[in-house]
C-alpha cells in the first residue's frame, strides 16, 4: 500500500518524488544557513582580532544574505529532481535570477558604505573633514548607480525591453528636465564641486559678495559661516558661476602697503627709510622682506611702497605681523626723526 502510495502522481510527478525535492530543500537550506552563521561567526571573530578590513567585509557580507535567497536557492535546487512544466520552470529560474541580482545589490551597496565609513574614518584621524564629506557624497551616488543598474537587469530579465523604456524615460525625462532646471543646474554644479573641489569644508573663500567659512555642501545649496556670524545660504549653480577666492588654499601672504613722508624730509634720511624698513621686516617673525622703495611724489607727501610675505595663510597672524612692523617703523622714525605727512592743503589769497 505504501508503494502504491508513493506511486501516486501529483502534477506529473509521483509523490516520492516530491518528498525527495522537500528533503532536498530542507537540507540544502539548513545547510546555507549553518554555512551563514559560521562564517558570520568566524568572520566577526578574525575582525574583532585582527581589525582587517577583509574580515569586517566578510561578516557584513554574510550578515547581509537574506533568508528569502537562500530559499529561493533551495527551491531551484529541490526542483532540478522534479518534472515541471516549462512555464513553472521559467518563473523558477526568473525569481532565483532577480533574487540573486538583488542580493548582489544589497552586497555592492554595504561595500561601498563600508569602504565609505573606513576611508572617511581615515580622512577624519588626519584631520581632512572635507574629505570625509566628499566621500560620503561619491558613496551616495555609487548606490544609486548600483542599484539603477540591478533594476535594469531585474527588467531585463523579467522580460521588460528596456530600450524601449529608457527612450519612454528619455522623453519624460525631457519634459522634467525642462520644469526642473534650477534644481539638475544646482546637481550637475554639485558634482563639479565633489569631483573637481574648487573648495572644501572648512575652507575660507569669497564668492561674490559673500564671504565666509564653507560649512557644508549639499546636493542643492552650500551653506556658508560668514564674519559676521550668519550662516548664508548659496545654491550650488550661482556659487560656480562667479569667481571663488579660497584662501584656506593660501601658503603664504602677499602684504603690499605704503606711507608717506612730509616733503621737508631731508635727501640723506629719505634714502635711509628703505634700509630702515627692511630691519624693521627682517626683526619681524613669521615673514619675508622683498622689497621697499620711494614709489613717487603724492598730493600730501613723498610715498614709499613695501612689501613683504607673511609665511601663514592665518589673516590673524598677518594682523599681528602688520601691527609690529608698524609700530617698530613708528619708533624709528621718531628715532631719527622723520615725519610722517599730514593731508594739509593752503590756500592762497589775493587781495583784489
Known sequence: MSTEFLSRVFADNP??????????????LAFFLALRAFLTRFFT????????????RG???????????????????SSLSLRLPAEVAKVIRALIVTLFLGQLGIWGSRLTSLWVSRLSSKRRA???????????????LI?????????????????VNVTALAAGVGIAGIAIAFAAQSILADLFSFLAIVVDKPFLVGDFIVAGDVEGIVERIGIKTTRIRS????????????????WIHDYAKMRERRVVFRFAVDYQTPHEKLAKIPELVREV???????????????????????????YFVLSPSYREYMD????????????????????????????LERG
Request: proline share 1%; aromatic share 10%.
Open 15 to 28: 509523490l516520492w518524488s516530491w518528498f525527495v525535492a522537500l528533503v532536498i530543500l530542507l537540507g540544502v
Open 126 to 140: 588626519e584631520g581632512d573633514a572635507a574629505a570625509a564629506t566628499t566621500l560620503a557624497s561619491v558613496g551616495l
Open 227 to 242: 564674519l559676521t556670524g550668519e550662516e548664508v545660504v548659496v545654491s550650488n549653480s550661482e556659487l560656480l558661476r562667479g
Open 143 to 159: 548606490r544609486i548607480a548600483i542599484w539603477a543598474i540591478v533594476i535594469l537587469l531585474v527588467l531585463q530579465n523579467l522580460g
Open 281 to 307: 621686516i627682517e626683526s619681524t617673525p613669521n615673514v619675508r622682506f622683498d622689497r621697499a622703495h620711494f614709489k613717487e611724489y603724492g598730493e600730501f607727501g613723498l610715498i614709499f611702497e613695501v612689501v
Open 59 to 77: 561578516a557584513e557580507l554574510t550578515k547581509r544574505t537574506t533568508l528569502l535567497f537562500l530559499l529561493m536557492v533551495a527551491v531551484f535546487a
Open 321 to 348: 605681523a602688520q601691527q609690529a612692523i608698524n609700530l617698530a617703523i613708528h619708533k624709528r622714525f621718531s628715532e631719527e626723526d622723520i615725519k610722517f605727512a599730514l593731508p594739509v592743503r593752503r590756500v592762497m
Open 45 to 56: 571573530r578574525r575582525y574583532q582580532k585582527t581589525g582587517k578590513a577583509w574580515a569586517e
